[in-house]
């Protein structure tokens, strides 16, 4: 399995599993970036974040993009497409 596989592969968690894999899998000084209006995240709001609505049904990722400017920094550029879980009353 290549770094890109095992990156790819949390990525997925992270969209799938709650707020546990989340704090288990990301450092204190870890940075997420979304598009606008979301931006840049730290841990703490990331966090927070995480706890609220539901999770992901399913995510499609339709490219990726590995860049390892230097050790222990990989941005992981992913564009893709989830569906939120549903709920049934």
């Known amino acids: 399995m290549t770094i890109k596989d095992v990156l790819l592969d949390m990525e997925r ?5 709650g707020a ?3 704090a288990h899998h990301i450092t204190d000084d870890c940075l997420m970036v979304f598009p606008k209006p979301t931006g840049a995240m730290q841990r703490e709001v990331i966090m927070k974040s995480v706890g609220q609505g539901a999770r992901w049904e399913s995510l ?3 490219e990726e993009n ?3 400017p230097g ?3 990989c941005p992981l550029d992913i564009p893709c497409k989830g569906q939120e879980e549903r709920s049934v009353l």
């Open 20 to 22: 546990d894999y989340f």
């Open 66 to 68: 590995l860049i390892q």
């Open 71 to 73: 050790e222990g920094c």
């Open 13 to 17: 968690q992270f969209w799938l599993r």
């Open 60 to 62: 499609e990722i339709s």
